[in-house]
């Protein structure tokens, strides 16, 4: 399929996607939760700063999800004379709050622990536990991202996962994935450094996991605060939905020239603004009734379009 196109039949509904999100973030959270506690248990068994590390990741992520669950509550709250566009947006700033949490309460945490663990000698207490508690947990996430891929998939389009992380409208989504593959890898390098410690017998691999797991979660938290501080300012619909747009004005009869299309997205809503050239209609009545019956088939067209303002010109 092209990147860039898509069938109409292709795009799921929008009450399903956003039910989709939520039954992934309650799996994520279920998850996560016995996970930590499966961690923190571990940790306090071993003395392990890398258990120690994953734990903290994963009661941060369930703390997570409790937040991206509070943002789409608040997002279906209906616009108000202060907020007339409605309350969308609001996801974006939750989504943000998950990244932060994700770079303080993880990534700053785990490098933290590690450098102190750097300074003990004190061995690792009955490895095994630990390294059966990370097997387990691989598992789980990786069952855990293997269901948000399958949800990433339905709006990729053909794209590679690096352009639709960077063109994805859905922070909720993209907070999903980015926590799911930094507690995938997160758990990989603590696996590797307890292994590692118990051959050995050197410490200090145990405090090098603790650090390189910081780094990630700093590194993939930088990441999305990066792409949802754009949605945050203002961005449009996704370039695809946009082109689509654009062909669907460009087919209209009445419209003799589109000189701007205007989208903002708002969460899972979307606002239009159009300035366009009409073609003569003889009557103030009929450009009306022209306008209004575009304004109607675009948003059958595109049912995610909450407002459409439309202006008809002379020149741009």
Same mark, same amino acid.
């Given at each position: 399929m092209d990147d860039d196109i898509a069938n109409e039949s292709d795009y799921p509904d929008e009450s399903a996607k956003k039910a989709d999100s939520i039954k992934s973030i309650f799996y994520a959270l279920f998850a996560n939760l016995a996970i930590a506690l499966a961690?923190?248990?571990?940790? =306090? +068994? +071993?003395?392990?700063?890398?258990?120690?590390?994953?734990?903290? *990741?994963?009661?941060?992520?369930?703390?997570?999800?409790?937040? /991206? /669950?509070?943002?789409?509550? #608040?997002?279906?709250?209906? @616009?108000?004379?202060? *907020? @007339?566009?409605?309350? %969308?947006?609001? =996801? !974006?700033?939750?989504?943000?709050? &998950?990244?932060?949490?994700?770079?303080?309460?993880?990534?700053?945490?785990?490098? !933290?622990?590690? &450098? *102190?663990?750097?300074?003990? +000698?004190?061995?690792?207490?009955?490895?095994?536990?630990?390294?059966?508690?990370?097997?387990?947990?691989? &598992?789980?996430?990786?069952?855990? /991202?293997?269901?948000? =891929? #399958?949800?990433?998939?339905?709006?990729? !389009?053909? #794209?590679?996962?690096? #352009?639709?992380?960077?063109?994805?409208?859905?922070?909720?989504? /993209? &907070?999903?994935? %980015?926590?799911d593959l930094a507690a995938l890898l997160g758990l990989s390098f603590a696996l590797l450094a307890v292994s590692m410690t118990m051959i050995t017998g050197n410490v200090i691999y145990d405090a090098i996991g603790s650090i390189g797991i910081g780094v990630l979660l700093i590194v993939i938290a930088f990441l999305l605060g990066v792409e949802i501080k754009k949605l945050i300012i203002g961005q449009s619909v996704e370039p695809r939905r946009l082109k689509e747009m654009r062909e669907f004005l460009a087919g209209e009869d009445t419209i003799a020239e589109i000189f701007n299309l205007v989208t903002l997205q708002l969460g899972d809503d979307v606002m239009v603004a159009i300035k366009a050239r009409m073609h003569p209609l003889g009557s103030e009545t009929d450009l009306i009734k022209a306008v209004n019956a575009i304004e109607n088939r675009l948003k059958e067209k595109f049912p995610e379009v909450l407002w459409s303002f439309f202006e008809p010109d002379i020149s741009d």
């Open positions: 961690k923190l248990g571990a940790a =306090i +068994t +071993t003395g392990s700063g890398s258990m120690l590390a994953e734990s903290v *990741h994963s009661f941060a992520d369930c703390c997570n999800q409790l937040l /991206l /669950l509070l943002g789409l509550n #608040r997002a279906k709250q209906p @616009p108000s004379p202060d *907020h @007339p566009l409605g309350f %969308g947006k609001s =996801i !974006y700033f939750w989504s943000f709050i &998950v990244a932060l949490m994700l770079f303080s309460m993880g990534g700053l945490f785990s490098v !933290y622990e590690g &450098v *102190h663990k750097l300074s003990e +000698t004190e061995p690792l207490r009955s490895p095994l536990i630990a390294i059966g508690v990370l097997a387990f947990s691989v &598992v789980a996430e990786g069952l855990s /991202l293997m269901g948000c =891929i #399958r949800e990433v998939n339905k709006e990729r !389009y053909g #794209r590679s996962f690096w #352009r639709w992380f960077q063109e994805t409208r859905r922070s909720e989504l /993209l &907070v999903i994935f %980015g926590e």
